[in-house]
């Protein structure tokens, strides 16, 4: 194999694991949105709930008070670990 194709190689599987972190990721705020909303239907559901700012791009880094409660009280919240914390002031 060339070095050059070994790069292009060594590359193209980074691209291929960026993609997948951020795809996974995207997912899990998406069922973390879902869980609150499940929790509290009546609420204006946003990242902001659990985020500093509104539209986090790093995961749990920038959560907020809140967000730091609920995830020390379940890595992966769920309706049920907002209903324990409680609802977002």
Same mark, same amino acid.
């Given at each position: 194999?060339?070095?050059?194709?070994?790069?292009?190689?060594?590359?193209?599987?980074?691209?291929?694991?960026?993609?997948?972190?951020?795809?996974?990721?995207?997912?899990?705020?998406?069922?973390?949105?879902?869980?609150?909303?499940?929790?509290?239907?009546?609420?204006?559901?946003?990242?902001?709930?659990?985020?500093? /700012? &509104?539209?986090?791009?790093?995961?749990? *880094?920038?959560?907020? $008070?809140?967000?730091? +409660? @609920? /995830? &020390?009280?379940?890595?992966?919240?769920? *309706?049920?670990?907002? $209903?324990?914390?409680? +609802? @977002?002031?």
């Amino acid at each position: 194999m060339k070095n050059s194709d070994r790069k292009t190689a060594i590359l193209t599987r980074f691209v291929f694991a960026l993609i997948f972190l951020w795809a996974s990721q995207a997912s899990a705020d998406m069922k973390e949105i879902k869980a609150y909303k499940e929790a509290y239907p009546d609420a204006k559901v946003k990242c902001a709930i659990c985020h500093s /700012v &509104a539209m986090p791009k790093t995961g749990a *880094a920038g959560l907020n $008070k809140y967000g730091q +409660k @609920a /995830v &020390a009280a379940n890595p992966h919240p769920t *309706a049920d670990t907002f $209903k324990q914390v409680g +609802k @977002a002031e």
